[in-house]
């Protein structure tokens, strides 16, 4: 990311520094300590950009919509939650506080605005293995039997969302509906232990305003498709690398620095001029609350430390919850594709509470596109 001094800011934005700080608490622009010198702060040049040309006037109403589709402005109105100054809210709850206590099935009811927690029924074998794959399978033979979202009670929808939870639990988390999500997880992989890091992590992952999966979920709900067909168009968008899939690239990192140490393996990727998904979110300036409120609560291997300490100094970003996904997946040696398992199941109650909304709104998601193509031939010519 690139950041600015405040004078450069202020050059920028032509504004007193009263306006500055006042933009930096509504959440307008990005702030974070400034490595060199913790008692100032730099702030995220594209926000300055976006306020300075909002305050010229030049901003007309396509270039509005556009950079709102790349971290800029919110465009959808929805009460699920929000990040605000550097934490997460379900519906005005603090996340992180959250997980301290709170199990998936008491978050979905949370983000779903219902007065119980949610009950999953019986997941299947305890000795099936948790599979994304089978989660696409059972969610894709759904859609064609499942009948459309619109036209239904707020009742009958819940239900059918804890059925469709059902569904993806028996994939994703096989075991007995006496347990909680979390156990029957962890008893799967064989690694109990592992239980309470899991719970915080699926309570963490719930939901995180409007992502990528979680706006392809309100899409497919928007048309009055199933809700089955609703989550499995949020999974299919979370497994691309820039999303859920990031972990990949984190462990790629990791062996990286196994084998060349901490320092050289970040020095060689940023070398070949690409990000490293380990570090830094735009939504949290000064560190994901989401990965210090897992990693405050087991030790990560001693290569994960290394990558943390090198990485935090040479990027100047904070580790995100992508890292301590995957440093939790290998300090309890779950399999390798864990951190995908989790944040699929975590994330299907989210994209559940946005397909809610948005059926609930009775609006069709249809944005137009500002053609860049060939010219175009004119009637008669």
Partial sequence: MSWLTAEEALSRLGTKPQTLYANVSRGRIRAKPD???????????????????????????????????????????????????????????????????????EAAALLWSKATPINIAEGGSEARVPSVAAAFSALAARVPQ??????RSLATLRAEAQDVMTTIASALAPGASDQPLHRRLAKSWGRPE????????????????LNASAFAARVTA???????????????????????????????????????????????????????????HPLYPEGD?????????????????????????????????????????????????????????????GWLAHAMEQVESGHL??????????SIETAGA
């Fill in 35 to 105: 490595p060199s010198d913790p008692r100032r702060s730099l702030y995220h040049t594209a926000d300055i950009t976006r306020l300075a040309e909002r305050h010229a006037g030049r901003r007309k109403i396509e270039t509005v919509a556009a950079e709102a589709i790349r971290w800029g402005d919110p465009v959808l109105p929805s009460a699920v939650s929000t990040v605000v100054n550097g934490r997460l809210y379900y519906r005005g709850r603090d996340a992180a506080k959250l997980c301290e206590y709170a199990t998936l099935e």
């Fill in 146 to 151: 499942d009948l459309p979202s619109l036209g």
């Fill in 194 to 209: 592992a239980s309470d890091a899991v719970r915080r992590a699926l309570v963490l992952l719930a939901d995180h305003e």
């Fill in 222 to 280: 928007s048309t009055g498709a199933p809700f089955s067909a609703s989550v499995l168009s949020g999974l299919a968008t979370l497994t691309g690398p820039l999303h859920g899939g990031a972990w990949e690239a984190v462990a790629t990192l990791s062996e990286t620095a196994t084998r060349i140490g901490a320092r050289q393996a970040i020095r060689r990727i940023l070398a070949q001029g690409t990000g490293i998904c380990a570090f830094g």
């Fill in 289 to 349: 609350i989401r990965a210090e409120a897992l990693l405050a609560h087991f030790t990560p291997s001693e290569v994960f430390l290394e990558i943390r300490m090198a990485g935090e100094a040479m990027i100047g970003e904070r580790v995100n919850i992508d890292f301590a996904l995957t440093a939790m997946a290998e300090r309890f040696e779950l399999p390798q594709d864990a951190p995908l398992v989790i944040f699929a199941l975590a994330r299907s109650c």
């Fill in 365 to 374: 998601i249809r944005p137009r596109a500002r053609y860049t193509g060939p």
